[in-house]
């Protein structure tokens, strides 16, 4: 029921910077975990970072202090901004919803189409 849409992905010089998006459409319930996840080819996905509807955020030690994530609960919409990027930033990035089920125990879990990025040295 919930799409996730992302943009933002690109190519950028080592050292630049680049915002990521992700726009969930259809209602979310108030409790919810928005992120974003990365995958190299051959490589298992990983955490970059999460924030939960409350805003507390969690992030990989590899991007700490370059990335941040934020989000817009009026619009359902998850940024993750990237500065100082590296070339071993040059990976997919997903975008992740979990939102938590009102009628039963449970989460729902939602995955956005992926968008590349690419660092360039």
């Known amino acids: 029921q919930v799409q996730l849409v992302e943009s933002g992905g690109g190519l950028v010089q080592a050292g630049g910077s680049l915002r990521l998006s992700c726009a969930a459409s259809g209602r979310l319930s108030s409790i919810n975990v928005m992120g974003w996840y990365r995958q190299a080819p051959g490589k298992q996905r990983e955490l970059v970072a999460t924030?939960?509807?409350?805003?507390?955020?969690n992030y990989a030690d590899s991007v700490k202090g370059r990335f941040t994530i934020s989000r817009d609960n009026a619009k359902n919409t998850v940024y993750l901004q990237m500065n100082s990027l590296k070339p071993e930033d040059t990976v997919v990035y997903y975008c992740?919803?979990?939102?938590?089920?009102?009628?039963?125990?449970?989460?729902?879990?939602?995955w956005g189409q992926g968008t590349q990025v690419t660092v360039s040295s």
């Open positions: 924030i939960t509807n409350g805003g507390i955020t």
């Open positions: 992740n919803v979990k939102t938590k089920l009102i009628d039963r125990p449970g989460w729902d879990d939602y």
